[in-house]
């Protein structure tokens, strides 16, 4: 009886406290948030595991053997990951005139909600290393550890988390097909390298998405999101077409503790999938990519693009990042 006049008496007590501090003047106003969901925990020894396992098929170049089996490995994935998956195939052109057999692999949570957000990683591997030191290299295909199956394996682990707790708004994952088959440096004299030469999958869906009047609110790209010493800047058109997003993601990293890879600072610009999506369907699209005044880091299209460049602790710290975003709008 006693502890009912108490709860009665301090509701009316902080009642009348709220109304007399919100006559003062100098009240601060603290911005209205959403009330927090725990963000699952990012398993980054789950995310290696899937870029290995996307390694260990070979290079996933179209037309192979390899890019044909890992293909039906991310779908199947997606799959057992509770996701409503599409793939789309198409026949796309390379700048040399070589037909791709290529296939967009789309897998979609909470279908009809209309608030959504996309994420997007391209899986196929480049067909050449034309930046190897060596030249007996360039015509060789590269493992794509960071490039193409690092930004894959995060979203697996990301897509495996999405299925064990909903976050209750609509997600997009597709895996995007031919962006890595640009014109190589060694035939430069021979083919413009025009940005339309990557992106080939990307650019395909966005004339073709998989559902007509597709729409998100805004789209995250992961490209080269796995090796050591990753440094991720503000990429240029990113900021020029999503800058409130690219700011909130870079300020989630920092408040997660990964202020080393996510730099607060404007970076240079780069041709990926990104630009096609926005450029196509008017989506903001931003691209979390290891690039810096020195390029893509020394292994980029080169063998040395191999697992001994992956880092559990770069994939945590991204992986952990867009997590938080998914779980906190
Ligand atoms: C260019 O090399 C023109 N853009 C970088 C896109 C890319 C290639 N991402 C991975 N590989
Ligand atoms: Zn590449």
Redesign the pocket.
């Known amino acids: 009886m006693t502890k009912l006049i108490y709860l009665a008496l301090s509701i009316i007590l902080f009642s009348c406290g709220a109304k007399s501090s919100s006559e003062t003047k100098d009240i601060t106003v603290t911005e209205v948030k959403k009330t927090p969901v725990n963000t699952p925990v990012f398993d980054a020894d789950s995310a290696y595991t899937y870029v290995a396992r996307q390694v260990a098929f070979g290079p996933r170049v179209p037309n192979t053997e390899s890019h044909k089996n890992c293909g039906d490995y991310l779908a199947s994935e997606l799959t057992r990951f509770g996701a409503k998956v599409y793939q789309q195939e198409a026949t796309l052109t390379a700048y040399d005139g070589t037909k791709l057999e290529a296939r967009n692999i789309i897998g979609s949570y909470n279908p009809d909600n209309k608030k959504r957000i996309l994420l997007f990683a391209?899986w196929d591997t480049?067909p050449y290393s034309d930046e190897d030191p060596n030249p007996d290299n360039y015509k060789k295909p590269i493992d794509g550890a960071d490039?193409?199956a690092s930004g894959v394996g995060a979203l697996l682990e990301i897509a495996r988390q999405i299925n064990l707790k909903n976050p209750g708004i609509g997600i997009d994952i597709i895996f995007f097909d031919a962006?890595?088959y640009?014109v190589p440096g060694f035939a430069r004299d021979k083919y413009n390298?025009t940005?339309e030469s990557?992106?080939l999958g990307t650019q395909f869906w966005a004339k073709n998405p998989h559902i007509p009047n597709y729409r998100a609110e805004f789209g995250i790209l992961l490209?080269?999101v796995g090796a050591k010493n990753a440094v991720f800047y503000k990429e240029f058109t990113s900021m020029r077409y999503a800058a409130r997003y690219v700011d909130e993601i870079w300020e989630t990293a920092r408040n997660l503790g990964y202020g080393k890879y996510f730099i607060n600072a404007n970076g240079g610009g780069?041709?990926?999938?990104h630009e096609f999506v926005i450029k196509g369907l008017g989506i903001p699209c931003l691209d979390i990519?290891n690039?810096d005044e020195n390029g893509?880091g020394d292994h980029?299209?080169t063998q040395n693009d191999n697992m001994d460049n992956i880092s559990r602790e770069t994939l945590k710290a991204v992986g952990q990042t867009v997590l938080e975003v998914v779980y906190n709008r």
């Open positions: 391209h480049r490039d193409g962006e890595d640009g390298d940005s990557w992106c490209d080269m780069v041709t990926d999938d990519i690039y893509f980029w299209h």
